[in-house]
């Protein structure tokens, strides 16, 4: 009356069926194979359990990882009126069978079995005979397929699990394939995102981690970088609208580069300017020191670039620099959250570039007391910087 073994097929099979089989389940892999979508899938799946065995009723559960449980993605009765009037109801107790393994089930009396008779969900649906099967990868349970009949008893047979199990084990295998294309797709789009703000080990380290810039709010010891184009706006005034985007392309380019090649976040482009984070998303013990080195890497870069370098053009580059702990994470609503460091070394930052002389950098007295080397900096003595009630001793790095 019951058999709760997995049964591959040909076992146990009478020769007659064993070429039936063969032939359902080439059907089946040439179907299931050219299905172009995971919902197209789900429904095809039950259609090709049906063509294959006499059930009454069908039911495929797939595992929602939110819920923590298995819930009907696609039901089918032969009674079509049926199954648009009714919820077709899986017994608990049957599913719960079949993840203790995971196996398929087969049994022919549900209301006499004595796994199922203290199961008031067995009772509750009226099942009589019912057969369901996993879909497995490597032990793993992506979902079931539950079929069952509420008129006969013994309406399954072994050859029937034998047939289910093959053609589960067929449409979980497609599942997982899909499962693992959604999976790449996704980490491309992310990592495609990613790009454009972090160098390609941060990405690296971000995707490895899993700590993606979008989630959560953390207090972190960064350095924090502004850049700006002086002579930028007067020029835009004279030259043409190509001429300004070219330029701001190139510099957003050589900034970018250098920012990247030292460990580097690009946290946000402000028009003729970069705010650079050294140290977030992936923490850096050297993040003041990779600072300071990418700043020197960007003035040079200009310096030598053909379009910002000409002379003529007389543009000239301030960067600012402070360290210090700020809060790191997502602000903004939730559509548009945004990644952002928030705290006062982000604005001592901006005023230090402020204040600083053309094609230097700008650095203050936190950041200066974590460099490893600190004989190139020029003491600039205590500078009181706008909008702050205490002043701040500055240093000077002239590349």
Known sequence: MIDEQRIPIGEDVRPDDAGRHFAVLYQVGKQVLSAGSLEE?????????????????????????????????????????????????????????VLAGPVGILTTDALHDPRFQARESVRMTHVRSALCAPLCIDDEVLGLIYLDSRIDTYAFTRNDLGLLNAI??????????????????????????LERYHS??????????RHLPQIGLEDREVTVMFTDLAGFTTMAELATPQKVAELLNEYYAVATRAIFAHGGTVNEYLGDGVLAVFG???????????????????????????????????????????????????????QQLKYAVIGDPVNVAARLERIGELDTITIGEDTFALLTDARQCEDLGVQQLRGRKHPVRAYCIRP
């Open 280 to 334: 977030a998303p992936i923490p850096h013990a050297e993040h003041a020191n990779n600072a300071v080195a990418a700043s020197i890497a960007l003035l040079h870069g200009v310096m030598e670039s053909p379009s910002i370098g000409e002379r003529a053009l007389d543009l000239h580059v301030r960067i600012g620099i402070n360290s210090g702990r700020v809060v790191a994470g997502s602000v903004g609503p939730s």
């Open 41 to 97: 899938l789900n429904e095809l799946a039950l259609t090709l359990v049906f063509d294959a065995i006499n059930a009454e009723r069908g039911v495929l559960l797939l595992r929602d990882d939110q819920l923590g449980e298995f819930v009907p993605s696609a039901r089918r009765s032969r009674d079509a009126a049926s199954q648009n009037s009714e919820e077709i109801r899986v017994s608990q107790g049957i599913i719960d069978a």
């Open 168 to 193: 589960a084990n067929m449409i979980a295998i497609r599942f997982h394939q899909e499962a693992l294309r959604s999976a790449l797709t996704e980490e491309r789009i992310v990592r495609s995102n």
């Open 200 to 209: 390609a080990d941060v990405v690296d380290a971000i995707l490895e981690s």
